[in-house]
């Protein structure tokens, strides 16, 4: 049976191998300054790289960096402390995690790796497009704060357009039973269809 290893990834030349898996999944750069300022998970199958994601704890966030001005200016949220406040960005998981076992045992890493970190607002950004990434997010009761074209400075690159939104650290736990409802759900359609294939590409921010 396949074991998934969580390791904290910290040096340069790993950080970069992260970069590029990230990029090999979404077509989007994020900066090595940027991953070198979070906590980079990797997660490995005999020391094979075959997901990972990065929590990022303290401003400036890049979700937030998107948002028109227009739009923090008329949402309360942007009102509260960002010391408070938490992104996962760079989340991909690869090919090789076919198994609906192995994706919720990454999902439930995650979510403790996000309530352990102690912030009161996670903040969720991801591609409009990307039915499977809204559906992941909407079993957190997210909170949109903008749906549109990103704010871009010249050079950068993101989405077309783009949805961010926010939770909280409680509501991720309170919709525990929710995940592993769609866990068992996957486990369902794996049988009823062992040849199809089950939703193992995923990338919630840029």
């Known amino acids: 049976m396949e074991k998934l290893v969580f390791k904290v990834i910290d040096k340069e030349e790993d950080l970069k191998m992260f970069l590029g898996k990230f990029f090999n999944y979404t077509n ?3 900066p090595l300054n940027y991953a070198q300022g979070a906590k980079v998970i990797g997660v490995y199958i005999e020391e094979v790289m075959v997901a990972g994601y990065m929590l990022v704890t303290t401003p400036n966030f890049r979700s937030l960096l ?13 009102r509260n402390d960002p010391y408070e406040m938490m992104e996962v960005n760079g989340l991909w998981i690869g090919s090789q995690i076919k198994e609906p076992r192995l994706q919720y045992r990454i999902w439930m890493q995650i979510i403790k790796d996000i309530f352990l970190s102690k912030k009161k607002y996670l903040l969720l950004m991801g591609n409009s497009k990307n039915r499977n990434v809204e559906y992941l997010h909407s079993l957190t009761n997210p909170e949109i704060l903008y749906m549109g074209s990103p704010a871009l400075l010249p050079g950068d690159e993101s989405f077309n357009t783009i949805r961010v939104a926010y939770t909280t650290r409680w509501k991720l736990v309170s919709n525990l039973p929710k995940y592993w409802l769609e866990y068992r759900s996957r486990e369902r359609r794996k049988v009823q269809s062992p040849k199809s294939k089950t939703l193992t590409h995923t990338s919630t921010m840029a």
């Open 28 to 30: 989007v750069n994020l």
């Open 66 to 78: 998107f948002v028109p001005d227009k739009q923090k200016k008329s949402k309360s949220f942007f």
